[in-house]
């Protein structure tokens, strides 16, 4: 596991909370970048200067859609 997954996994309830129902790229620890679309989030990425490799992509849940998975 990247060590950015690790990081998504450790903080994934307060991502919920703040990114829910978003995209996120997440590169060092860190949100680089939100958005609707994963195209909008790679897009953003590139701009700022971060290659499409190194960009842990992820579709995070709302609140609600964890209920219902659970």
Known sequence: MRKSEEWITENFESLVSKYGGK?????NDQVISAAL???EVLENAKRLGKEEEEVSLLKVPTE???ICIL
């Open 23 to 27: 995209y996120i790229g997440v590169v």
């Open 37 to 39: 679309t994963p195209r």
């Open 64 to 66: 609600e859609e964890l």
